[in-house]
Nanobody, 123 residues
Framework: QVQLVESGGGLVQPGGSLRLSCAASGFTLAYYNIGWFRQAPGKEREGVSCISSSFDITYYVDSVKGRFTISRDNAKNTVYLQINSLKPEDTAVYYC????????????????WGQGTQVTVSS
């Protein structure tokens, strides 16, 4: 059974950091392009970062550049999203997703999705 499970969310103060994890089961994450998305209440789902299956090419939406870092650990079949300098506007449910094929994208054209992990940034 193909499954993605996110973890690592929580309540953090502005300026704080979190590391989100996306663990895969039922397939080998190394062969897939992985994206991280977020959805705040009342807003559309937004792609924030992705990492390609080939050469680990990474992309970030402008609003998170310099603060978010995506990486993968193929031995653990897991992709991470390190989030630093958190802002209240980063508050959202964060999802990871996997897609086969050439390259990754910040558009939600992915085959598999996790259930999400809540990130809340508040003092």
């Amino acid at each position: 059974q193909v499954q993605l499970v996110e973890s690592g969310g929580g309540l953090v103060q502005p300026g704080g950091s979190l590391r989100l994890s996306c663990a895969a089961s039922g397939f080998t994450l190394a062969y897939y392009n992985i994206g991280w998305f977020r959805q705040a209440p009342g807003k559309e789902r937004e792609g924030v970062s992705c990492i390609s299956s080939s050469f680990d090419i990474t992309y970030y939406v402008d609003s998170v550049k310099g603060r978010f870092t995506i990486s993968r650990d193929n031995a653990k079949n897991t992709v991470y999203l390190q989030i630093n300098s958190l802002k209240p506007e980063d508050t959202a449910v964060y999802y990871c997703a996997a897609r086969i094929g050439y390259g990754c994208t910040l558009a939600p054209n992915y085959n598999y999705w996790g259930q999400g992990t809540q990130v809340t940034v508040s003092s």
